[in-house]
C-alpha cells in the first residue's frame, strides 16, 4: 500500500508543480515578499514598521498558501473525476483510501515547496528591513543574492523550456528552491556591509518556528481542500477553504466565549471547528514573546489529529463517490 500511495503522490506532485496557477502564485507572492518593506514605511515609527512587517509577511504566507492549497487539491482533484481518468487508477491496482492520502501528500509536497520559498523570501525582507528615513541604507546582499536568485531560475527554466521543451513551471521551481536556499546561507554569511559573520548573526528561531506553525495550519487547509473538492468544483472548494480560514481564527471570538458561558451550540462549534489561533503567532513575535517548544509539540499534535479527521472524511466522501 505505501508503495501505491508513494506512487499517486509523486504523480501528484509533479502535476501540481506544472499548473499554471502554481507558478503565478509562486512567482506573485515573492514579488508581494519583495514589496512589503517598502509597503511598511507609513507608519512614521520604526518600531512600528518592523511590527508591521511581519504581520503583512505573515499574512500574506498564510492567504497565499491557501490559495495554492485550494487552486492545487481542486485542480488535481476534481479535473481527474470530470475526465474519468481515476477509473483506470482506482479500478484494481489502488484502493480510494490509498488514491486519497497519496492526492493529500502529493499536493502538500508542492505546498511545502512553495511554503519554504516563501518563506525564505519573507526572511530575507525581514533582513533588509524597513527602510523608515532616507539615512538607511539598502541592504546590497539580501538584494544582490535574493534577486539573483530569482533571475537565474527564471533564465534556467525559460532556456529549458525553448530548448528542450521544458515544462517552464516545474524546472523553475526546481531551479528556485536550491538557489533560493543558497542566496538564504550567503545573506546569513554576509553582512549588510559585505562583512563576513556568523550564521547565527540574522538567525531568527523564533520567527522560523512562527512560520512553520503557518505550515501547520496549511496543511490542515490542504487537507480540508482535499476533502473538499471530492465533491465540489474549484469555487466552491475555495470558498470553503477561505471560510475555515477566517472562522478558524476566530474561533475563540466566535465561540469560545459563548461555550465558556454554557452554550452547547457554541461549544460544539467550537470543537468540531479548527481553532487556526493557536497556528498565528504574529502576536507574539510583534510583542517580543518567547513560542516554547511544547507550545509548537503540542499544536502539531492538535493539527496532526484534525488533519487525520478531515482525510478519513474525505475518504469517505470518495468511498460513495460515483467516477463512472
Sequence with gaps: MLQQIWAVARNTFVESIRQPIYVVLLLGTILLMALNPALCAFTLDM?????????????????????????????????????????????????????????????LGALAVAWLVWAIAFLLSVRHEVLSNAAQELDGPVLLFGFGALLLAVGFAAWGNYFYRWVFASALTSALLPLILAAYLLVLLVGKHWEFQSLATNW???????????????????????????????????????????????????????????SLLAGFFYRVVPNLGYLWQADALSQGRTIPLDHLASVAAYTGLYILGVLCLAVGLFQTREVG
Excluded at 514598521?49 to 487539491?73: I, R
Excluded at 477566517?246 to 474561533?251: A, E, N
Design 47 to 107: 518600531e512600528g514598521d518592523d511590527k508591521m512587517l511581519l504581520d503583512l509577511g505573515l499574512s500574506t504566507l498564510f492567504v497565499a498558501g491557501l490559495l495554492l492549497a485550494a487552486f492545487s487539491a481542486a485542480g488535481v482533484f476534481s479535473r481527474e473525476i470530470a475526465n474519468q481518468t481515476v477509473l483506470t487508477v482506482i479500478s484494481k491496482p489502488i484502493g480510494r483510501s490509498a488514491f486519497v492520502l497519496g492526492k493529500y501528500l502529493g499536493v
Design 204 to 262: 531568527n528561531g523564533q520567527l522560523w518556528i512562527a512560520i512553520l506553525m503557518i505550515f501547520l495550519a496549511l496543511g490542515l487547509i490542504c487537507a480540508v481542500a482535499i476533502a473538499a473538492s471530492i465533491r465540489l468544483g474549484q469555487i466552491m472548494t475555495l470558498l470553503i477553504c477561505a471560510g475555515v480560514f477566517l472562522i478558524g481564527l476566530s474561533s475563540d471570538y466566535l465561540f469560545g466565549q459563548a461555550a465558556q458561558h454554557g
